[in-house]
């Protein structure tokens, strides 16, 4: 009786996770709650013009609550096909989760603007959104950096505050915003050499360094504003800030155009900036060293890669783009410094680096959701809709708890994320 040997086949085992399938559908359910529970009467008008651009875009008027019940109907159809791609064992395309996202948006919308007595100007909700999210990005791009290459960037807090900071001072002093853009990124450098010394070199806890640097950077710019800038506020606290550059022919695409290509020169430069590190990150042999020392140190070693080193550099790299974003407070929104002004966006940037998953494409958004949110809570109160601001103001929070409690898919940082490498 002859015994046949059989070679066991590979097999591939994928674990199922219901995180997003459940998140998607809970916010579905939230939604509809609001035109089940309390349908408005009336129509809601969106204007998507912003003037002068070559093909002039009509108001659109809808009924609100039928335009809220068609977006939950949307995203409840995406929804159910999440659920049939997981037991599938298919993930979902990051597009449909955009597309459940936007329809939610737009029906909410709708169900706030009915009945309300001026329209909604889309255009104004959307650039404005863009340059109020514009410093979170910075940050998030920062922090992407700095923990993927193993060190948590806990002080994008003080990096943005002592480039606003900064920029102001030299700005006043020099007459010219770019000098001002300058002296923030090295501020946001200076910073971040503090946090690479401590955490690198001397191995001292990332986060407690990092927590450190933001209540230091807040009593140092806090005691220099009343002791140097108010005495002299015309010289060292008056800025000439960058004013909005339209971009030719791009500025007059409809819709897309006011709001992308109407901005200033810190949100171009910002578009530049997301790309390059996409780019660098994924395509060159800078973010191939960069994520490995953050997932293995041990082995980059092995291979002849500098870890300290590199982690020094891409923490630098890091600070001065989030100098830059520190920047946009005193060159753009507000033509002067005032104490702790950046109110905590460094904590809303870190909070986005979580949500993009570490990513700098998902962190963008993630931040652009932050700013949404926050321009939106001042456009509904000014058309008179009932929806408290607070409201508004409290959702992305919401969120990101969701996020970091892994409600979201699955969230993890680089393995070697806030861990010293100590050569052995």
């Not at 909700?125 to 992407?144: C, E, K, Q």
């Not at 022919?249 to 910002?270: H, K, W």
């Not at 996409?278 to 060159?284: L, P």
Request: some cysteine; aromatic content about 8%; charged content about 10%.
């Amino acid at each position: 009786m002859s015994v046949q040997t059989l070679e066991a086949e590979p097999r591939t085992v994928t674990v199922v996770s219901w995180k997003t399938q459940i998140i998607l559908s809970v916010v579905v359910v939230l939604v509809a709650l609001l035109p089940l529970l309390a349908p408005r009467k009336g129509d809601a008008t969106f204007r998507f013009a912003g003037g002068s651009e070559i093909l002039a875009v009509p108001d659109l008027t809808l009924p609100g609550t039928a335009t809220a019940w068609v977006g939950v109907a949307i995203a409840a159809v995406i929804a159910v096909m999440a659920v049939m791609r997981a037991l599938q064992h298919r993930t979902l395309p990051l597009w449909l989760v955009a597309v459940h996202a936007a329809a939610l948006i737009f029906g909410f919308l709708a169900w706030a603007a009915a009945g309300s007595e001026g329209t909604l100007p889309m255009i104004s909700l959307l650039s404005g959104a863009l340059a109020l999210a514009t410093p979170l990005i910075f940050g998030a791009l920062g922090g992407v950096i700095g923990e993927r290459a193993g060190v948590v960037n806990i002080a994008i807090e003080a990096q943005l505050l002592a480039g606003a900071f900064c920029a102001a001072i030299v700005a006043s002093v020099t007459g010219t915003p770019w000098a001002g853009l300058i002296a923030a990124m090295v501020a946001g450098v200076l910073v971040a050499l503090v946090l690479g010394v401590f955490s690198i070199t001397y191995y001292v806890d990332q986060v407690i360094v990092g927590v450190v640097l933001n209540v230091l950077v807040i009593g140092i710019t806090s005691f220099l504003f009343r002791q140097v800038l108010a005495p002299d506020q015309a010289t060292l606290n008056t800025v000439e800030p960058f004013k909005r550059l339209a971009i030719p022919l791009l500025s007059q695409i409809p819709v897309l155009g006011p709001i992308l290509f109407r901005q200033t020169i810190i949100v171009y430069l910002m578009y530049v900036i997301v790309f390059v590190v996409w780019y660098g990150m994924y395509r060159t042999r800078w973010g191939l060293r960069m994520r490995a020392v953050g997932e293995h140190p041990q082995a980059a070693d092995t291979v002849g890669i500098n870890v300290a080193r590199t982690r020094y550099m891409n923490v630098l790299i890091a600070g001065a783009i989030a100098g830059m974003g520190g920047a946009f407070y005193t060159l753009v929104s507000v033509p002067r410094f005032n104490p702790e002004m950046t109110a905590g966006a460094g904590f809303i940037a870190l909070a986005a680096v979580i949500f993009g998953k570490w990513d700098p494409i998902k962190a963008t958004l993630a931040a652009l959701l932050f700013g949404f949110a926050t321009n939106l809570q001042s456009v509904l109160s000014v058309i008179g809709s009932p929806v408290p601001s607070q409201f508004m103001l409290m959702l992305p929070y919401i969120v990101t708890i969701f996020a970091v409690a892994g409600l979201v898919g699955r969230s993890r940082p680089p393995a070697e994320d806030g861990v010293p490498y100590i050569k052995s």
